[in-house]
């Protein structure tokens, strides 16, 4: 949501940076609807003025006996109330046309995020790693020796459709011990509260967190108008919704495991191959609610907690920052971390780490208190993939991957693998 006093004060400020999005300018129509809500507010006013008015003089006329001047101002009075919930309606009506506009507005990207059009466009700014040199020609995930038996896409074709995955075995237990070791070090090392949130929630929530009015057709709704959820970043953040918090209980840092769902609206034809794009699909979310003046270095934060766990397992990365043209609708800056894919020969998205600004708190009416006791505020929020946990099982199964068809397993999931380091080219844990 956007600040309409901003935009009244600066409206060519407002276009630019929409234009550096690659969006139409908005300011003219999104003012040209205040000024008719103002102008019908104002009229409503007027009238209750008036009718107020009127009715002070009906009891003095029923006291002088002047039964004429009486009805009279009964009238109008009868008239003006009915105008006056008239105006008041239309008012009302437009004050929601105004925000359904506004909520359907992008965020407005950060001064120093690079312009451009699509994804050619986006600026690496780090890279870890060597990938390594192989002596035979890699595979993709589902064609490992020892993965393909474990990773039955037919079996939940039949049960549930195109897109989805039954993990069996070993693999279904790294996929598990991924997700165990990235909450593990989330909460030992990176002081993040881990959350058990439910992934069934109401429009309020989807709203609050920019996926509704303009992205229902990418989520998936129940009969009963719950939503399931696209990431958990949807119940952590709105969990302060209507809040005002204390500026000493900033930041709020929590961190979930939870299935995601997502339609895949508009991506028919693409990375359809494996699993790299799921209907359904496990993540650990990271969110942050913050004071506006520690968002910037709380993304820094987050993205280095998300580059850590990939180079803890021992994954190539590189970590890109989103031009305008490729960031997500409620980003004010988002980084990508893409990890090393032999199978593709490329690197691939495994986390988003994005910052908001106060785009969410607004919609939401999250606040905190400063502690000279000012007007309360709005908080920032900022979300992060930590990690996409299927996405990583493809990047620790190819990377580790052998010419004999088994896999060498990172060090680091020992412990969650009874000491296991080995998937063997027949699908056991060695």
């Not at 190819?398 to 010419?403: S, V």
């Amino acid at each position: 949501m956007h600040d309409i006093k901003a935009i009244r004060e600066n409206p060519a400020a407002f276009d630019a940076a929409l234009t550096r999005r690659g969006d139409a300018a908005m300011s003219s129509s999104v003012l040209a609807l205040d000024e008719e809500r103002r102008a019908k507010i104002a009229a409503a006013e007027a009238a209750q003025a008036a009718q107020k008015a009127a009715a002070k003089e009906v009891g003095a006329a029923k006291a002088k006996g002047d039964e004429a001047e009486f009805e009279r101002l009964r009238a109008l009075v009868a008239e003006k109330k009915s105008e006056v919930a008239a105006m008041q309606n239309e008012a009302k009506e437009l004050d929601a046309k105004l925000t359904d506009t506004l909520a359907r507005i992008a965020n407005l990207p950060a001064d120093d995020v690079p312009e451009g059009a699509d994804e050619d466009d986006n600026v690496e700014v780090n890279r870890w790693g060597t990938p390594r040199a192989l002596n035979f020609e890699p595979v993709e995930h589902f064609d490992i020796k020892g993965v393909t038996a474990a990773m039955d896409f037919e079996t939940a074709a039949k049960i549930s459709g195109a897109r989805f995955v039954m993990l069996k075995g070993a693999v279904a237990r790294i996929h598990r011990a991924l997700a165990q070791f990235m909450i593990d070090t989330h909460v030992d090392e990176n002081e993040l509260t881990e959350v058990n949130s439910p992934v069934l929630v109401r429009d309020e929530a989807m709203y609050g967190t920019d996926k509704l009015p303009k992205f229902g057709e990418d989520s998936y709704q129940t009969t009963n108008g719950w939503w399931l959820v696209p990431t958990s970043e949807v119940p952590l953040t709105y969990s302060v919704a209507s809040d005002i918090l204390e500026e000493s209980a900033l930041p709020i840092r929590m961190t979930a495991h939870t299935l995601c769902f997502r339609s895949e609206a508009g991506s028919a034809g693409k990375d359809t191959s494996g699993m790299l794009r799921q209907h359904q699909f496990e993540k650990v979310e990271m969110v942050s609610i913050t004071h506006p003046d520690k968002s910037e270095d709380e993304q820094k934060r987050m993205l280095r907690c998300a580059e850590g766990l990939l180079e803890k397992l021992g994954v190539p990365y590189r970590t890109v920052v989103l031009c305008t043209g490729d960031m997500g609708f409620g980003a004010r800056r988002t980084y990508d971390i893409e990890a090393w894919i032999p199978g593709q020969d490329t690197y691939r998205e495994i986390s988003s780490v994005s910052t908001t600004g106060a785009f969410q708190a607004r919609r939401m009416n999250a606040r905190f208190r400063p502690a000279d006791g000012g007007k309360p505020e709005y908080v920032h929020t900022l979300n992060g993939s930590g990690l996409a946990v299927g996405r990583c099982l493809i990047a620790v199964l190819e990377n580790g991957q052998q010419a004999d068809g088994s896999v060498v397993l990172p060090e680091v999931l020992a412990p969650y693998l009874g000491g296991k380091t080995v998937l063997t080219a027949e699908g056991k844990l060695a």
